[in-house]
Nanobody, 126 residues
């Protein structure tokens, strides 16, 4: 079992920044890739960013490229999402997820991830 706990969400004005953190426990952190997803009210959960097991590969959805950065610190069992130049359309509950069924690269489908955090709310005001 893997437990994931997100933090760092909040209310920010458009153009501002937030840094989300996700701490994992229960399994060797470097044995799984990590992803960030988000879900806005009335919408399906969507992929935001992902990072491979040791951080060599990252991938972003087009709408956040150049604004968001995913990183991980395996010594701290943590993954981060630095979000800059935030827009109102970034408002959502953000979830981190862990997947261990593949060894290389990243995946963008929520179906590929095995464990999920409880989510943290990000609200961007205009």
């Amino acid at each position: 079992q893997v437990q994931l706990v997100e933090s760092g969400g909040g209310l920010v004005q458009a153009g501002g920044s937030l840094r989300l953190s996700c701490v994992a426990s229960g399994r060797t952190f470097s044995s799984y890739a990590m992803g960030w997803f988000r879900q806005a009210p009335g919408k399906e959960r969507e992929f935001v960013a992902a990072i491979s097991r040791i951080g060599r590969a990252t991938y972003y959805t087009d709408s956040v490229k150049g604004r968001f950065t995913i990183s991980r610190d395996n010594a701290e069992n943590s993954v981060y999402l630095q979000m800059n130049s935030l827009k109102p359309e970034d408002t959502a509950v953000y979830y981190c997820a862990a997947g261990f069924r593949w060894s290389l690269g990243v995946r963008t489908s929520s179906r590929d991830y095995d464990y999920w955090g409880q989510g943290t709310q990000v609200t961007v005001s205009s």
